[in-house]
């Protein structure tokens, strides 16, 4: 239940290749998460296997946005040093004056962060919401235009796959775990900067993606979505192939597609063009040009709770 990479640290050398050696089932959030588990301890590759997260599907449909004029780009995450929220907040002045940033969590930096946007003469169009429940986060998630992703490096990608099934664009830092879970099922296009990108380009690349089209609620029904219950049954297989029994073939789904728009190496030029992102086609018969708000769900098990309460001291 803790994030792979944060035992990827000399001092829990000793404690991780104890508690992975003793395991018999190793289990990932991602491939990214895999491959790291792997390097640190590589005989533990042939009991290691990824389970993605999955997505309330049922949840976001039920959630109501709220009733708020102008652009809402969402932040969700734990309040700290290493979580990107200060880029965030750093590339709102950028922005036209009809964004705001809105931040879910909480953490030991909230004050700091708070006295950075008072700082910027933005406090006014930066919201900190707190640690919400989750029937208020997932309204504010319905509100959003756009999801903000700019961690630069710790998690599982989930907050991007989560974003991309519920049709909200992302933009999201350009690291291993974010690339894979653009891969995912989901029709929500992804924006990728650079992790230790200027606040300009983070900017730049919010207004990009809030440009796109979103997609609808029919199209949200439609995705692969990972559901929950789904993962519980892969769970149970899980189980039931360490005790011997015998299991049934896992059911496959065909992934939708969804838009890649890779902005890093064109930001890091200085955005000298401003070309339209080609869209896909498939990505383009599920979007809904006329539907201004997006809907976007966040739950992570691993890498701390979308509400800004953390599950790992």
């Given at each position: 239940?803790?994030?792979?990479?944060?035992?990827?640290?000399?001092?829990?050398?000793?404690?991780?290749?104890?508690?992975?050696?003793?395991?018999?089932q190793i289990v990932c959030c991602s491939e990214f998460e895999r491959d790291l588990v792997c390097r640190m301890v590589p005989e533990a590759a042939a009991r290691t296997q990824v389970l993605p997260d999955g997505v309330n599907v049922a949840a976001l449909r039920a959630a109501e946005p709220f009733d708020i004029e102008g652009t809402v780009a969402l932040v969700v995450d734990r309040l700290g040093d290493e979580t990107g929220v200060g880029r965030a907040i750093a590339a709102v002045p950028s922005l036209p004056p009809d964004f705001q940033l809105v931040v879910v969590g909480d953490g030991p930096a909230r004050s700091r962060l708070s006295a950075f946007a008072a700082d910027l003469r933005i406090s006014s169009r930066v919201r900190f919401m707190g640690a919400v429940s989750d029937e208020l986060l997932f309204r504010w998630l319905r509100t959003a235009r756009v999801v903000l992703a700019l961690s630069d490096g710790r998690g599982s990608g989930s907050l991007v796959t989560e974003a991309r099934v519920a049709g909200v664009a992302v933009v999201a830092s350009d690291v291993p775990a974010h690339r894979q879970a653009a891969g995912q099922p989901g029709v929500g296009p992804v924006v990728f900067v650079a992790p230790r990108g200027s606040p300009l380009d983070v900017a730049d690349a919010i207004e990009?993606?809030?440009?796109?089209?979103?997609?609808?609620?029919?199209?949200?029904?439609?995705?692969?979505?990972?559901?929950?219950?789904?993962?519980?049954?892969?769970?149970?297989?899980?189980?039931?192939?360490?005790?011997?029994?015998?299991?049934?073939?896992e059911p496959t789904t065909a992934a939708n597609a969804s838009e890649v728009v890779d902005l890093t190496a064109q930001l890091r030029a200085g955005r000298q063009s401003r070309t339209e992102p080609v869209i896909s086609g498939a990505a383009q018969s599920g979007a809904d040009q006329d539907n201004g708000r997006s809907r976007w769900q966040g739950r992570r098990r691993v890498e701390g709770r979308t509400n800004g309460a953390r599950r790992w001291p």
């Open positions: 239940s803790v994030p792979a990479d944060a035992f990827a640290n000399w001092r829990h050398a000793g404690a991780t290749r104890a508690v992975l050696g003793a395991a018999a990009e993606a809030a440009r796109l089209p979103t997609s609808s609620s029919a199209a949200l029904l439609a995705s692969a979505s990972p559901s929950w219950e789904s993962v519980i049954d892969a769970t149970w297989r899980l189980y039931a192939r360490l005790v011997g029994d015998r299991v049934d073939a």
